[in-house]
């Protein structure tokens, strides 16, 4: 059985052990040491990395007792070597998982949720819960969490004798037999194997990013420590961009939103109304019984699709409409009543590089290549 380090110090980050066994494996080379500092991967959090000698450690595992280090080069089967994990991830790893404990610890004493997923992911923690919960109980979470934090309590992990183990209370995601190892933080009791921090304040901050429904509770994506110091930086950064953008201040940008959301309306209905003008100017125009290609330059998507219809409305004829879109030409077809123009648009589509589709009444796409005159000369023979 492996000597594992981490349980009792999770801030070992080098050590001297004797090689048991080195064995070549798929992408590297299988070895064991007597003990080891490095967390195997499990329980949501992933395995550490870095050096044994001058190896590189590129994953950890574990069948329980045994725990396996995938290294890029061999080592001596009865040697000593010194151990080196990356330091850095391993603090980040602490920071997540035991800020995850505080925050579920937080969720299921005020709320009931059981956390029934995690994991350390990158660039956030995924947290499942086991009942849906609204914006206002996260932040009410979120901030009894970050309270614990504050108040810099001890963390504590031990394994309990089974007297005490069965008088103590404490949350797990399944049935334990044997030996349970019990992480204590925050006022949260829970049966964990991860490696954590010796205060809470080492935590720093506890973020919820974003929430959403899943399944039958809630997907959270939580950042802890200097994650979340990271992404509080990023997202403030974001918003005072946004409101140079809308010469609004940070704090004002919702209504300044709402004011840039009603004038965008008022300007499509107004864009509308002109389009529509414009559509009536080139049907009164239009030749009734004759399939009409026209360049209708800086109309939109919409534009193209109105003047197509009303002229094939006056005419009683197939109409196509084009201006500058997509990597080339947008284009609109309007076929005649009761025709079908889908094998028209496909056959644009091939000549042309386009894209694009609809119903035997009305196609609309893109082309990447071809010029007005070459697409009007095709449609004018194929209409």
């Known amino acids: 059985m492996t000597q594992k380090l981490y349980e009792t110090d999770s801030y070992v980050q080098t050590f001297a052990a004797q090689v048991l066994a080195c064995t070549p494996v798929q992408g590297g080379f299988a070895v064991v040491l007597d003990r080891t500092a490095f967390f195997p991967e499990g329980g949501g959090q ?25 290294t890029d080069a061999p080592l001596t089967v009865g040697g000593t070597v010194e151990g080196c994990i990356d330091w850095p991830a391993r603090l980040d790893a602490m920071q997540q998982h035991t800020g995850e404990h505080i925050l579920s610890g937080t969720l299921h004493r005020l709320f009931g949720a059981e956390n029934v997923g995690f994991h350390i992911g990158t660039p956030y923690v995924r947290m499942d819960t086991s009942i849906p919960l609204t914006a206002a109980q996260l932040a009410q979470a979120e901030a009894e969490a970050n309270a614990a934090v504050r108040a810099d309590t001890p963390v504590r992990c031990w394994v309990p004798d089974p007297e005490t183990l069965a008088h103590t209370e404490y949350r797990s995601k399944k049935a334990l037999d044997g030996d349970v190892r019990l992480v204590e933080a925050g006022g949260d009791c829970c049966a964990c194997c991860g490696t954590h921090l010796a205060r809470t304040g080492e935590v720093g901050l506890i973020k919820i990013i974003s ?107 197939a109409c196509c409409t084009l201006a500058p879109g997509g990597q080339g030409l947008a284009y609109a077809l309007a076929s005649a009543p009761g025709g079908d123009l889908r094998e028209t648009c496909k056959a644009l589509n091939a ?29 004018l023979n194929t209409l």
Not at 53 to 68: F, N, P, Q, Y
């Open 211 to 317: 929430h959403a429904h899943y399944k039958s509770g809630m997907r959270l994506a939580v950042a802890c420590g200097q994650r979340a110091y990271d992404a509080v930086a990023g997202i403030w950064a974001d918003t005072e961009a946004a409101g140079r953008l809308l010469s609004s201040p940070v704090g004002s940008l919702a209504p300044a939103l709402e004011r840039l959301q009603n004038g965008e309306t008022v300007l499509k209905a107004r864009l509308a109304a002109l389009q529509n003008t414009l559509a009536d100017a080139y049907a009164t125009a239009a030749e009734p019984g004759q399939p009409a290609v026209l360049w209708v330059d800086g109309a939109d998507g919409d534009g193209l699709r109105r003047v197509a219809m009303s002229i094939t409305a006056k005419t009683g004829a």
């Open 46 to 70: 992933p395995c550490d990395t870095g050096t044994l000698g001058a190896a590189r450690v590129l994953a950890v595992h574990t069948d329980g007792a045994t725990i396996t280090h995938t």
């Open 351 to 379: 000549a042309y590089q386009g894209r694009g589709g609809g119903n035997p009444g009305f196609c609309q796409g893109s082309l990447a290549s071809g010029s007005f005159e070459q697409v009007k000369e095709f449609l």
